[in-house]
């Protein structure tokens, strides 16, 4: 439930790991929508070391953003990875410094709030349909999720920045 909860937010999620994530939290990383990680930080999903498997929806989680190959080597080995195997392996999007890491999420983060976030809402859900349902089950939601951003408050700032402005200067009210 709780991993349902977190990736069903109609906002962007970023997870930060600075050491060890492993097992449950591991699948708690999973379900945000952005992962960065210290150059030091180390992954497992450990849980065949102990006889079970991930519980919390690991195992299918590590396959959509890495593939079934990935994802049965890292369940069944219950082996550790380091964070560049990760991104190697797109399941991490970023890693930094250890002692950079907490400023630049938190930069990250707050540019992504400071954001459109109507528009992020409505990508989060057609990138969720393709996911559950396949690219032509997105395709139809784009036309009724997409329609409302054209009457936004957020939409018309963003065009009438973009024109005055030039690109990125726009400042987003969530309307």
């Known amino acids: 439930e709780v991993i349902h909860r977190l990736e069903s937010m109609p906002f962007p999620t970023v997870a930060v790991v600075h050491g060890l994530c492993i097992a449950g939290g591991l699948e708690l990383v999973l379900a945000c929508d952005f992962i960065w990680a210290a150059e030091t930080a180390k992954f497992a999903q450990a849980e065949a070391l102990i006889g079970t498997i991930p519980l919390g929806g690991g195992a299918q989680r590590l396959a959509q953003r890495c593939g079934p190959v990935r994802a049965r080597e890292i369940v069944m080995?219950?082996?550790?990875?380091?964070?560049?195997?990760?991104?190697?392996?797109?399941?991490?999007?970023?890693?930094?410094?250890?002692?950079?890491?907490s400023e630049k999420s938190l930069i990250f983060a707050k540019n992504l709030s400071d954001g459109p976030t109507r528009a992020h809402a409505v990508t989060k859900?057609?990138?969720?349909?393709?996911?559950d349902s396949g690219l032509l089950s997105a395709d139809r939601l784009i036309l009724r999720l997409a329609p409302p951003l054209f009457e936004s408050v957020d939409m018309r700032e963003g065009i009438n920045s973009f024109l005055q402005e030039g690109p990125g200067k726009a400042k987003f009210s969530g309307k």
């Open 125 to 131: 859900s057609l990138l969720r349909e393709h996911q």
């Open 77 to 101: 080995t219950g082996n550790f990875f380091d964070a560049q195997t990760f991104e190697h392996w797109n399941i991490i999007n970023r890693i930094v410094p250890a002692d950079e890491l």
